[in-house]
Protein backbone atom coordinates (compact mmCIF):
# COMPACT_ATOMS: atom_id res chain seq x y z
CA UNK A 1 0.00 0.00 0.00
CA UNK A 2 1.40 3.69 -0.97
CA UNK A 3 1.26 6.39 1.60
CA UNK A 4 -1.37 9.13 0.82
CA UNK A 5 1.32 11.75 0.79
CA UNK A 6 3.34 9.89 -1.87
CA UNK A 7 0.76 9.03 -4.41
CA UNK A 8 0.27 12.99 -5.39
CA UNK A 9 3.40 14.23 -6.87
CA UNK A 10 2.81 17.34 -8.33
CA UNK A 11 0.07 19.28 -9.74
CA UNK A 12 -0.29 19.42 -13.76
CA UNK A 13 -0.35 23.27 -14.86
CA UNK A 14 -0.95 23.87 -18.40
CA UNK A 15 -3.76 25.56 -20.29
CA UNK A 16 -6.32 22.78 -20.61
CA UNK A 17 -5.73 21.53 -17.31
CA UNK A 18 -6.55 25.17 -15.94
CA UNK A 19 -9.57 25.12 -18.26
CA UNK A 20 -11.18 21.94 -16.47
CA UNK A 21 -10.34 23.64 -13.40
CA UNK A 22 -11.86 26.91 -13.67
CA UNK A 23 -14.79 25.67 -15.88
CA UNK A 24 -15.69 22.27 -14.94
CA UNK A 25 -14.21 22.02 -11.05
CA UNK A 26 -11.43 19.29 -12.20
CA UNK A 27 -8.03 18.84 -11.08
CA UNK A 28 -5.02 17.02 -12.85
CA UNK A 29 -2.29 15.53 -10.71
CA UNK A 30 0.81 13.60 -11.95
CA UNK A 31 0.67 10.44 -9.14
CA UNK A 32 2.38 7.53 -8.52
CA UNK A 33 2.65 4.72 -11.11
CA UNK A 34 0.97 2.01 -8.56
CA UNK A 35 -2.18 4.00 -7.33
CA UNK A 36 -5.47 3.07 -8.30
CA UNK A 37 -8.26 5.40 -8.42
CA UNK A 38 -9.59 4.84 -4.84
CA UNK A 39 -6.32 5.24 -3.20
CA UNK A 40 -6.13 8.47 -5.52
CA UNK A 41 -9.26 9.60 -4.42
CA UNK A 42 -8.57 8.84 -0.84
CA UNK A 43 -5.39 10.73 -0.86
CA UNK A 44 -6.81 13.66 -2.43
CA UNK A 45 -9.80 13.70 0.16
CA UNK A 46 -6.90 13.42 3.09
CA UNK A 47 -4.56 16.12 1.61
CA UNK A 48 -7.23 19.07 0.48
CA UNK A 49 -9.85 18.16 2.62
CA UNK A 50 -12.86 18.00 0.22
CA UNK A 51 -15.08 15.70 -1.51
CA UNK A 52 -14.49 13.70 -4.63
CA UNK A 53 -16.82 12.83 -6.80
CA UNK A 54 -15.16 10.84 -9.88
CA UNK A 55 -11.37 10.21 -10.73
CA UNK A 56 -10.59 9.48 -14.34
CA UNK A 57 -6.91 8.04 -14.58
CA UNK A 58 -4.40 7.62 -17.77
CA UNK A 59 -1.01 6.55 -18.35
CA UNK A 60 0.65 9.40 -20.39
CA UNK A 61 2.91 7.13 -22.47
CA UNK A 62 6.67 8.62 -23.16
CA UNK A 63 7.69 10.21 -26.35
CA UNK A 64 11.27 9.37 -27.81
CA UNK A 65 13.25 12.30 -28.18
CA UNK A 66 16.88 12.72 -30.76
CA UNK A 67 19.49 13.66 -28.62
CA UNK A 68 21.37 16.27 -31.00
CA UNK A 69 24.36 16.54 -27.89
CA UNK A 70 24.83 12.70 -28.78
CA UNK A 71 24.91 12.78 -32.68
CA UNK A 72 21.72 12.27 -33.23
CA UNK A 73 21.09 9.10 -31.17
CA UNK A 74 17.20 8.22 -29.88
CA UNK A 75 16.59 8.94 -26.50
CA UNK A 76 13.53 9.27 -24.33
CA UNK A 77 11.22 11.65 -22.29
CA UNK A 78 9.72 9.68 -19.44
CA UNK A 79 6.20 8.98 -19.23
CA UNK A 80 3.41 9.36 -16.52
CA UNK A 81 -0.03 8.25 -14.74
CA UNK A 82 -1.86 11.55 -14.73
CA UNK A 83 -5.52 11.78 -12.97
CA UNK A 84 -8.25 13.97 -13.04
CA UNK A 85 -10.07 14.52 -10.25
CA UNK A 86 -13.59 15.60 -10.07
CA UNK A 87 -15.20 17.56 -6.99
CA UNK A 88 -18.48 18.04 -5.42
CA UNK A 89 -20.21 21.41 -5.98
CA UNK A 90 -18.77 24.35 -3.85
CA UNK A 91 -15.60 23.02 -3.11
CA UNK A 92 -11.93 24.11 -4.63
CA UNK A 93 -8.69 23.76 -3.99
CA UNK A 94 -6.21 26.85 -3.65
CA UNK A 95 -3.34 25.32 -5.64
CA UNK A 96 -1.26 28.37 -6.00
Given at each position: ???ADKI???TVVTE?????TSDVNQYT???HPLANRLSIARAVE???GVKVTGVNVMNVKRKAKVDRARRGKLGYKGGMKKAIISLQEGDRIEII
Amino acid sequence: MIDADKILIETVVTEKAVALTSDVNQYTFKVHPLANRLSIARAVEKTFGVKVTGVNVMNVKRKAKVDRARRGKLGYKGGMKKAIISLQEGDRIEII
